[in-house]
């Protein structure tokens, strides 16, 4: 009666063991997937589920989503759907990638050169916040603080340089449907590309709009 009861804890074991193995492989070809339509590699990516097994779902092919504007990597929440019942699982992305560092030190107010910024691989789950994966990222940008020899590159570190500064004289098009309006003013205050900046005509009066890539304040009626 002893080695029935050891035979049967044992499959118990083998069971569970291959249920936990199971899902884990679930989730893992689901965040693959999932970084596969935004273009990200997901070569090393590896999901550990923090949720105790007991509450995991009960259904062998549970249906996957992350609720609201989930993070792409980290700890996160995924829903677990078998048919009506949904359970929600934690789990802990962890992701491997290149992303960019500081060569050296840079200054605040300094724009970053490709002499600036080098490539590091790494866990990516572990930067902080908005991390610069690609040097398009932070091509051109203007140091918003002082930035030290190794620091991962963030995007709330830099900003796009001012395509129009205030007291710039810029053109502006106001367009509708079926037509375009040209005039000129002066620009009240410095902005980036598709930032709004106020402008006031020629005319003296004062209009608001969005800079283009060539720079022209655009106004939709």
Not at 10 to 38: C, I, P, W
Not at 191 to 210: D, F
Request: proline residues 5%; aromatic residues 4%; charged residues 15%.
């Amino acid at each position: 009666m002893r080695g029935l009861t050891l035979f049967l804890m044992g499959l118990g074991m083998v069971t569970m063991g291959a249920s936990a193995a199971d899902l884990t492989a679930q989730l893992n070809q689901f965040f693959k997937s999932r970084y596969g339509e935004t273009g990200l590699g997901a070569d090393t990516l590896s999901v550990v589920v923090k949720t105790p097994q007991a509450q995991w779902p009960t259904c062998e092919a549970p249906q996957f989503s992350l609720p609201g504007n989930s993070r792409m990597w980290g700890n996160m929440s995924v829903a677990a759907n078998c048919g009506q019942n949904r359970r929600y699982l934690q789990v802990q992305v962890q992701v491997e990638g290149d992303y960019l560092v500081a060569a050296r030190q840079v200054a605040r107010g300094t724009a970053l050169t490709a002499d600036d910024i080098k490539v590091e691989h790494g866990r990516l789950d572990t930067l902080p916040a908005r991390a610069a994966l690609n040097a398009t990222d932070v091509a051109e940008g203007i140091a918003l603080r002082d930035i030290m020899p190794g620091q991962p590159l963030t995007m709330m570190m830099v900003r796009q340089p001012w395509r129009v500064k205030a007291g710039d004289n810029v053109n502006v098009i106001a367009s509708g449907d079926g037509f375009n309006v040209a005039s000129e003013g002066r620009a009240m205050n410095n902005a980036t590309v598709a930032q709004p900046v106020r402008v006031r005509l020629n005319s003296g009066q004062m209009v608001s709009g969005k800079i283009g890539p060539d720079g022209n304040i655009l106004i939709t009626l």
